[in-house]
């Protein structure tokens, strides 16, 4: 307290004299109690400062750092009415927020302040400021009335005075009214008259007697002055009529009327009685009551009978808003004399208020993990009655995780008694129940709606533990697989959920080649067909993730099974079909019943029933002489084999596999049925060059359109460079007369002299060894014997014979003519 006072001193001492006119700061007391720290501060600011303008710097009044105002959330709390200063946290300053009207804050009341709450949370901190308004001279003096009749009786004397209806200034102090003049008249002057209680009003004095002969109506203009600067005024018109001879006024019993009556008393009720006699008879001693001088307030709620003197009331009474009044009550005769009483009346509370409650500071939403003690709101409850109609009970209702705690008069706070969780209740209805101790007590309570924000504190889960799922190969790209859902026992962004695929390789390739997950849905689509052939199943993981901050996943792992479909026809590996020679399969003549003459090798890449395969025999030049394995592919002899079974044998097999449908393949199988390579190889000529010629035909006549085009033109080009040739031969030769010398060429002789060969020409003996061009090749496939011929069978065949009888009698070679 000491130190606090030596800084507010230590200030005030260093203010200008401005400053000092504009701002005055005082440090009452400070107070700090369980949760609470409370200090007050005093500012003085004049009225209608513009918005915006400087009350006081209550962060260095207070010492109060400025990061504390905002970390502690700073405001300013006004209770009920209108909230004239804000606090600008950043700078730690007060500024008028909206305008300010003294009169309209406290009437006549003098002085003039208005009170606020500077609250601060975490821990919470609560410094009541008092701001003084000072006046200015804003307001016009202004009569009751813009004209006053007067009867004035023509026999006065002079010295009379007449009091007049004093003009009203809402401004107090200086700038309230200071002085009053009358329009020039040598018949009347003004004086100020000061009541007891500090008031002045205004008389008017009788200089000279009055004459009705000579003037029976006087009309004068009454001016008040203010003593504001620049100083402002009000006139009010005296209409003064003249009246015969009435020389005495009435007097009042009492100058002074004191009175109670309770609030809320019905309207009608007599409040007191005022009494004036007048020692005048007759007409002249007739006395009327009237209201001379009251408030506003007064006026519209007190009522004056005018014959009785009655005071009664019009409307109810309101302790609350005035605890007294004061009314000042004229008595006139019908001569128009006066005199005047003042009337002071006093309301008495009763117990007609229930307690209020204003929510300081609240917290809509409080997470769920909230320590046990955490505020969630801060209540100020008050009671306008007073004494025992004014003392409060604050408490709330019973099984909930909160309490009401008070530390502060007026004032409490509730703050949580347990821990919270959201997903087990996610919002409370609170009802604060406060009653006052009056008779009887009167009640009022205030519910108020807590939320349970959420934490992320719940990862996403998976319906299932695992999804497994079947698709058929060959797909169309972009199906949709499966859907995987999650869900999260959180709420809001903490429990919107997105879909992720964890990026991994399966079989080399990455996963989101293959599938793609939908983030808001979870639907799993596929990327492309997929092949039973090359993946059979795969796995991938599917990863759920909440908005929270910061954000929980859950994993997944999904598994796809590629059903097979019969896409694949059978492919046969045994025997090899070669487009341009023939397989053959020999079989002797000498076999039995049963022998193994080839076996059929194939294979289906499908799987399951869609790769079991059959065998059949199609076609065959003699059904009754073979027979192929359904299972097994193996061909075999039904009986046996004769002589006079042909020797070139051709078989059409089909494999089929059990698909749905089914899908086959064919082989051709040519066997040739003898004992001796040359008879087999007699028998397969004209066969191989049948087929070749019924497969090339096409390619062979297209072959010989080109070629003979081409010899055609060739033949035309030589024939023409021959005749250009022989023709420039001519021509030199003829030129010329060297001797001509015919040319012959190497090796060349002249066959027509002697029938002979020349020396020169000599014979060669040849055997191809190009795989192309030899006779034939022998080749074990399968542990059986095949034949392959070349499809120039004549010619291969004659070198191949020349070859053989060369090798057994070198002596005597066959020579071929080159």
């Known amino acids: 307290m000491v130190y606090l006072r030596s800084r507010v001193v230590s200030r005030y001492r260093r203010m200008t004299k401005t400053q000092l006119k504009w701002q005055a700061v005082f440090f009452i007391f400070c107070v700090y109690g369980m949760d609470f720290g409370f200090c007050q501060a005093r500012y003085s600011i004049p009225e209608e400062t513009p918005e915006g303008s400087f009350v006081g710097n209550i962060a260095n009044d207070l ?38 009207d003294r009169e309209e804050l406290c009437k006549q009341t003098t002085p003039c302040s208005f009170t606020f709450d500077l609250i601060m949370e975490n821990p919470i901190e609560l410094h009541r400021v008092t701001v003084e308004v000072q006046d200015i001279n804003d307001n016009a003096p202004k009569f009751p009335k813009g004209t006053v009749n007067l009867q004035i009786s023509e026999n006065t004397a002079s010295g009379k005075r007449f009091h007049l209806d004093n003009a009203v200034d809402l401004d ?21 008259q000061n009541q007891a209680d500090g008031q002045k009003y205004v008389e008017m004095i009788l200089n000279h007697e009055l004459d009705r002969e000579e003037r029976a109506e006087l009309k004068l203009v009454l001016t008040a002055y203010d003593g504001g600067s620049p100083r402002k005024s009000g006139t009010m018109q005296i209409q003064i009529s003249v009246l015969d001879v009435n020389d005495n006024a009435p007097v009042c019993k009492q100058s002074v009327y004191k009175a109670e009556v309770k609030e809320n008393s019905p309207a009608g009720t007599v409040v007191t009685a005022v009494s004036a006699t007048d020692a005048d008879e007759g007409i002249n001693g007739l006395v009327s009551y009237s209201i001379a001088q009251a408030s506003v307030e007064a006026r519209n709620i007190f009522e004056i009978n005018t014959e009785t003197g009655e005071i009664t009331i019009t409307q109810g009474l309101d302790y609350e ?21 003042k009337i002071t009346i006093e309301v008495l509370d009763e117990n007609d208020n229930s307690p209020s409650i204003q929510l300081m500071s609240f917290s809509n939403f409080i997470a769920e993990n909230s320590p ?14 007073s004494g025992k109609n004014g003392l409060v009970q604050c408490k709330i209702n019973k099984n909930l995780p909160f309490k009401i705690e008070s530390s502060l008069s007026d004032y409490y706070a509730l703050i949580t008694d347990e821990t919270l969780d959201r997903e087990n209740i996610a919002e409370y209805n609170i009802t604060i129940v406060v009653s006052d101790q009056g008779s009887p007590a009167r009640h009022n309570n205030k519910t108020i709606n807590v939320k349970i924000s959420d934490v992320n504190d719940n990862p996403p889960v998976f319906s299932s533990d695992e999804y ?4 058929f190969e060959n797909n169309s790209p972009g199906v949709a697989v499966l859907t995987v859902k999650a869900s999260d026992a959180d709420w809001g962004p903490n429990a919107r959920l997105s879909y992720f695929l964890e990026e991994n390789n399966i079989q080399g390739n990455p996963g989101s080649s293959l599938v793609s997950v939908n983030s808001d849905s979870g639907v799993v689509h596929a990327i492309k067909a997929f092949d039973f052939e090359q993946m059979k199943t795969f796995s991938f993981n599917v990863t759920a993730r909440d908005g929270g901050s910061p954000p929980l996943s859950s994993e997944v792992t999904v598994k796809i099974i590629v059903q097979d479909q019969n896409d694949n026809a059978p492919q046969v590996l045994y025997p090899v079909q070669t487009g341009g020679s023939v397989v053959a399969e020999i079989v002797p003549r000498s076999a039995d019943v049963g022998y193994l003459v080839a076996k059929v090798v194939a294979v289906d890449v499908d799987s399951g029933q869609n790769a079991w395969l059959s065998y059949k025999l199609q076609k065959a030049t003699d059904r009754a002489l073979f027979e192929v394995g359904a299972q097994n592919g193996e061909i075999r002899t039904v009986r046996q084999v004769t002589d006079k079974d042909a020797v070139k044998q051709k078989l059409t097999v089909v494999v089929e596999d059990n698909g749905q449908p089914s899908r086959s393949a064919v082989v051709n199988i040519n066997i040739a049925v003898a004992d001796s390579f040359p008879e087999v190889l007699s028998e397969f000529t004209d066969f191989t060059h049948a087929k070749e010629y019924n497969d090339d035909l096409t390619f062979y006549l297209v072959l010989a359109l080109a070629a003979v085009s081409f010899l055609f033109i060739t033949t035309v080009v030589v024939i023409i460079s021959v005749k250009i040739y022989r023709w420039r031969q001519s021509r030199i030769f003829y030129q010329s007369n060297l001797p001509v010398i015919p040319y012959y060429p190497p090796g060349y002789a002249d066959t027509g002299v002697t029938g002979t060969l020349p020396h020169g020409y000599h014979y060669d003996a040849c055997m191809t060894t190009d795989s192309r061009k030899s006779d034939c090749k022998y080749s074990t496939l399968g542990g059986q014997s095949v034949l392959v011929m070349d499809p120039s069978f004549t010619e291969t065949m004659q070198h191949a014979m020349r070859a053989k009888e060369f090798q057994q009698d070198p002596e005597s070679p066959e020579v071929v003519r080159k």
């Open 63 to 100: 010492g109060i750092e400025i990061s504390r105002l905002i970390s502690g959330k700073a405001r300013v709390v006004t209770k009920g009415g209108r909230q004239y200063v804000e606090l600008s946290r950043d700078k730690g300053t007060l500024v008028v927020k909206e305008r300010i």
């Open 172 to 192: 107090v102090g200086v700038n309230s009214i200071e002085s009053y003049s009358l329009s020039q008249t040598n018949r009347f002057k003004l004086e100020m």
């Open 321 to 341: 808003n005035e605890k007294n009044y004061q009314i000042n009550i004229k008595a006139m005769d019908k001569g128009g004399l006066e005199d005047t009483c």
């Open 372 to 385: 046990t003690g955490t505020t969630v709101a801060v209540l100020n409850v008050e009671d306008a009655d």
């Open 468 to 471: 497994k799922t079947f698709v």
